[in-house]
C-alpha cells in the first residue's frame, strides 16, 4: 500500500496548532470578530479558515513552503468573513516559520517579497481611500506579514551564526587535539632517539667485550675487557640518571643544558678508540674548519649524536681498519662525515635493529638538513649536511 508523502509534523507544531484552533473557537464562542461590515452573513464561515490555518501550522516545520502557500490562501479567505484574531496571529507564525525553517533562497526572497507587498496595499489604500486612515491599512499590513518575516531573518540569522561558532569551536578543539597528538608523538620520537644515542654505544661496548671475555681463554684479555665493561656500565648508568632525572622535572627546555657539543667529540674518539683497539679499529677526527665561531646548539647535539653513531656502528659491524670522522663546513652549513671499512671482522660483534639510521635520519631532517648513510668504493658512509643559521634550523 502507498504511504503517505506528507511529513510528519513536530511535536511543538501540533501545540501551537491545537492551541491556535482552541484560540479561535474560544473567540468565535464568545463573538468576538474583527469586521461587521459588507462581509458573508454566516458567522460559522471564519471557523473554515481557522481549521485550515491550523491544519497549515502542522507543516510550518517540516515544510514551511506549504505551510505559507495554505495559510496565504486561508488568510485571503478569512477577509471576506467576519474574521477570527486567531487566523491572522496563527498566519503571523507560519509566516516567520516560512523564513526560520524555509530553503535559504525562501529566507532571501520572502521578506522582500512582503515588503513589497506591504508599501503596495499602503499606496493602494491610500490612492482609493484617499485619508490619512488608510495608513493604518498599511500598517497593519505589514505587521501581519512584513514583521514576521523580518523577524525570521533576524532569528535565523543569530541561529547560523550560532551553529558556525559551534562549528569552529569544533573545529579547534580537532585541531588542539591533532597539535596534541602530533607533539605527544614528537616527544615520544625525540625521547627514544635520546635514549637510543646516550646507551646504545655503551651498551654495544658492553656486549662486544663480555662475549670476547667470554670466548677468550686470556686472564690478562678478559681483565682488560672488563674494565671496559665496568666503565661503560657507569658512564652509562650515569646517562640513564641524567636522562631520567630530566623527564621527572619536566623541563622545558627541547634539549638539556648539558647537551655534548663538538668540542667533546675529542673525549668522544678517544673512548671509542680504547673501546675499538682490540677490534682492529683506528679512530681519527678530521677537522677542517677553519672558523671558531659556536654553532647553534641544534646543530652542535645532531652533529655530535651522528657522529656518536656512526662510531658505534661501526664498533658492532665494521672491519678492522681506520674509522675516519671528518668534519667540514662550507658556507653556513656544516659537514659531517665518517667512513669505515666495509664488511664484518673476525672478533665478536653485537647485533643491531637499525634504529640508529633512522634516529640520525631524523635529527638531520630536523633541522631541514640532508642525510645518506651506505657502502661507497669498499667503505661504509654516512654523511649528514645540517644548516647552521638559526633561520634555517628547524624550518
Same mark, same amino acid.
Given at each position: 500500500m502507498p504511504t503517505s508523502s506528507l511529513p510528519r509534523p513536530h511535536r511543538d507544531d501540533v501545540l501551537i496548532a491545537a492551541l491556535g484552533l482552541l484560540g479561535g473557537l474560544v473567540l468565535w464562542l464568545l463573538d468576538l470578530y474583527m469586521r461587521t461590515g459588507d462581509v458573508l452573513g454566516?458567522?460559522?464561515?471564519?471557523?473554515?479558515? !481557522?481549521?485550515?490555518?491550523?491544519?497549515?501550522?502542522?507543516?510550518?516545520?517540516?515544510?514551511p513552503r506549504t505551510a505559507l502557500g495554505v495559510g496565504t490562501v486561508a488568510l485571503l479567505a478569512d477577509q471576506c468573513t467576519h474574521g477570527n484574531l486567531a487566523t491572522v496571529a496563527m498566519y503571523t507564525d507560519v509566516m516567520y516559520a516560512a523564513v526560520l525553517y524555509g530553503s535559504p533562497t525562501a529566507a532571501r526572497r520572502i521578506p522582500v517579497a512582503t515588503f513589497l507587498v506591504s508599501l503596495v496595499v499602503t499606496i493602494g489604500s491610500l490612492a482609493w481611500f484617499r485619508s490619512p486612515e488608510a495608513l493604518l491599512t498599511g500598517i497593519v499590513t505589514a505587521l501581519v506579514v512584513f514583521v514576521p518575516a523580518l523577524t525570521g531573518v533576524s532569528v535565523r540569522n543569530h541561529r547560523d551564526?550560532?551553529?558556525?561558532?559551534?562549528?569552529?569551536?569544533?573545529?579547534?578543539?580537532?585541531?588542539?587535539?591533532?597539535?596534541?597528538?602530533?607533539?605527544?608523538?614528537?616527544?615520544?620520537?625525540?625521547?627514544?632517539?635520546? !635514549?637510543? /644515542?646516550?646507551?646504545?654505544?655503551?651498551?654495544?661496548?658492553?656486549?662486544?667485550?663480555?662475549t670476547a671475555a667470554l670466548s677468550i681463554?686470556?686472564?690478562?684479555?678478559?681483565?682488560t675487557a672488563l674494565g671496559v665493561i665496568r666503565e661503560n656500565s657507569?658512564?652509562?648508568?650515569?646517562?640513564?640518571?641524567?636522562?631520567?632525572? !630530566?623527564?621527572?622535572?619536566?623541563?622545558?627546555?627541547?634539549?638539556?643544558?648539558?647537551?655534548p657539543t663538538l668540542g667533546s667529540l675529542d673525549a668522544l674518539i678517544e673512548q671509542h678508540r680504547a673501546a675499538a683497539a682490540d677490534g682492529g679499529l683506528?679512530?681519527?677526527?678530521?677537522?677542517?674548519?677553519? =672558523?671558531?665561531?659556536?654553532?647553534?646548539?641544534?646543530?652542535?647535539?645532531?652533529?655530535?649524536?651522528?657522529?656518536?653513531?656512526?662510531?658505534?656502528?661501526?664498533?658492532?659491524?665494521?672491519?678492522p681498519g681506520r674509522v675516519a670522522v671528518r668534519l667540514g663546513q662550507a658556507g653556513r652549513r656544516l659537514t659531517v662525515e665518517?667512513?669505515?671499512?666495509?664488511?664484518? =671482522?673476525?672478533?665478536?660483534?653485537?647485533?643491531?635493529?637499525?634504529?640508529?639510521?633512522?634516529?640520525?635520519?631524523?635529527?638531520?631532517?630536523?633541522? =631541514?638538513?640532508?642525510?645518506?648513510?651506505?657502502?661507497? /668504493?669498499?667503505?661504509?658512509?654516512?654523511?649528514?649536511?645540517?644548516?647552521?643559521?638559526?633561520?634555517?634550523?628547524?624550518s
Open positions: 454566516d458567522t460559522r464561515l471564519p471557523l473554515v479558515p !481557522l481549521v485550515v490555518m491550523s491544519a497549515a501550522e502542522l507543516l510550518r516545520r517540516a515544510s551564526a550560532a551553529e558556525a561558532a559551534r562549528l569552529r569551536a569544533d573545529q579547534t578543539a580537532l585541531l588542539a587535539e591533532m597539535d596534541r597528538t602530533q607533539a605527544v608523538t614528537a616527544e615520544r620520537a625525540r625521547m627514544a632517539r635520546e !635514549l637510543h /644515542d646516550l646507551v646504545a654505544n655503551h651498551l654495544s661496548a658492553i656486549a662486544i667485550h663480555s681463554g686470556d686472564p690478562e684479555t678478559s681483565r657507569v658512564e652509562g648508568l650515569a646517562e640513564m640518571r641524567r636522562l631520567i632525572g !630530566l623527564l621527572r622535572t619536566g623541563a622545558a627546555d627541547p634539549e638539556p643544558s648539558s647537551s683506528t679512530c681519527v677526527l678530521e677537522d677542517t674548519r677553519t =672558523g671558531s665561531e659556536p654553532l647553534p646548539a641544534p646543530v652542535e647535539l645532531a652533529a655530535y649524536r651522528i657522529v656518536q653513531e656512526s662510531l658505534t656502528n661501526a664498533l658492532k659491524h665494521a672491519a665518517v667512513d669505515s671499512v666495509l664488511g664484518g =671482522g673476525p672478533g665478536p660483534r653485537a647485533p643491531g635493529s637499525g634504529a640508529g639510521l633512522v634516529g640520525m635520519r631524523e635529527r638531520a631532517a630536523l633541522l =631541514g638538513g640532508e642525510f645518506a648513510a651506505g657502502p661507497e /668504493d669498499g667503505i661504509w658512509r654516512v654523511r649528514a649536511e645540517l644548516p647552521v643559521d638559526e633561520g634555517e634550523v628547524g
